[in-house]
Structure formats: C-alpha cells, structure tokens
T-cell receptor, first 111, second 115 residues
C-alpha cells in the first residue's frame, strides 16, 4: 500500500528566503507525482506534475524534482513571498489515475 | 480553462438527513471524476472514482450505500450522503480529468457539518 509522507509538517520563513519542501513515498512504482497548493478551506490548485520518466519540472519560482529510486520528491520555492503561504500537498499517481496524498506542509511566509 | 465547480460550498444539516453535493466541469467534458474526503489536518482520502454512465468504484472501507454517486453526464457528478451523522462531517472535494490528460482538476470543496 502506497504511503506518502511530507516533512516538515509546518514551516515558517521570512519573505525572500528560498525553501525546500520534502515528499517521500514507499512504493517507487509510480505513474506520476504532483504538487498541489491548498488555501484554508479551499480546494486544490495543481502546481506541477512530474511523469515517472521525468526528473524535474519548473514553473516560475517553483521547481519540483523526482527521484523514483529513492522514493523522494522535493519542491523548491525561490524568493518566497507572503502570497505563497498555504498548505502544499504532494500526491503520487499509481497509473489508474488514483492519487495518494501526503498530509501536507503548511507554509507561512512572514513579511 | 479546466474549471471545476462544486455546489454547495458549505452545508449544515441535522443528523439523519441526506445531503447532495454537485460537482461540475464547467468548460470541458470530464471522462472521470473523483470524490475525496478530508478530515482536519489529514490527507485527502479517495472515496470513489466515477465514469460517466457507469457505476462508481468505491475505495475499501467506503460504504457505497451511504455515499451514493451518480455520474449522469460528462459534466456532472453528484455525491449524496444518506442518513448523515456527525462523523460524516468533513470537507468533500471532487476532481475531474480530461481524456489523455493526467492532471486532476479540483473543485473548491464542500464543507459538510452534521449536527
């Protein structure tokens, strides 16, 4: 059974700092991996999707990497802004479109 | 593009009543829709997968007779929580996928509170 763990559970940083969020998964036979953002009481916004054959994806200040063999992914956020404050969720896809989510990392960027 | 809406955004009901939640893909035809449940400070947990015109596939431990899913068209799926109880209080989120697209597009969620 696939399990997804995200560390840390919460992170507080000053504005402008670069930061890394971590995600690990127990079964390396994944189809893809996605990072989402969730604002309080809201739905999910897809940030980046990495296919199993890819090593990384970039979008603006965000860069996500994937190492299937070690069961790890990182989300790098450059030059963080207060507007980046949210919960970041990692989810792995098993090929049948089902996603298994981690509990998320709650990020607070202080002005 | 690829916008998913949910209605209502929040609902409060008495124990024993049934509640229907709608999930709509506004600008695309969704081949598959998913229903998730999220308890406070917990992961999103997949409840069921539904394809238009066929019966939903429920995850282990999810009661299909309690959580009725109808996927009547390529743009609408409904989740009915029957005889709701306080332990059913949760945040329910749907998502939808397009054909040949791995990305799941999520709705804004529905907060259900059962008194």
């Amino acid at each position: 059974k696939q399990e997804v763990t995200q560390i840390p559970a919460a992170l507080s940083v000053p504005e402008g700092e670069n930061l890394v969020l971590n995600c690990s998964f127990t079964d390396s036979a994944i189809y893809n991996l996605q990072w989402f953002r969730q604002d309080p009481g809201k739905g999910l916004t897809s940030l980046l999707l990495i296919q199993s054959s890819q090593r990384e994806q970039t979008s603006g200040r965000l860069n996500a990497s994937l190492d299937k063999s070690s069961g790890r992914s990182t989300l790098y956020i450059a030059a963080s802004q207060p507007g980046d404050s949210a919960t970041y969720l990692c989810a792995v896809g098993g090929g049948s479109e089902k996603l298994v989510f981690g509990k998320g990392t709650k990020l607070t960027v202080n002005p | 593009g690829a916008v998913v809406s949910q209605h209502p955004s929040w609902v409060i009901c008495k124990s024993g009543t049934s509640v229907k939640i709608e999930c709509r893909s506004l600008d695309f035809q969704a081949t598959t829709m998913f229903w998730y449940r999220q308890f406070p400070k917990q992961s999103l947990m997949l409840m069921a997968t539904s394809n238009e015109g066929s019966k939903a596939t429920y995850e282990q431990g999810v009661e299909k007779d309690k959580f009725l899913i109808n996927h009547a068209s390529l743009t609408l799926s409904t989740l009915t929580v029957t005889s709701a109880h306080p332990e059913d209080s949760s945040f329910y989120i749907c998502s939808a996928t397009l054909l040949y697209d791995d990305t799941q597009y999520f709705g804004p969620g529905t907060r259900l509170t059962v008194l």
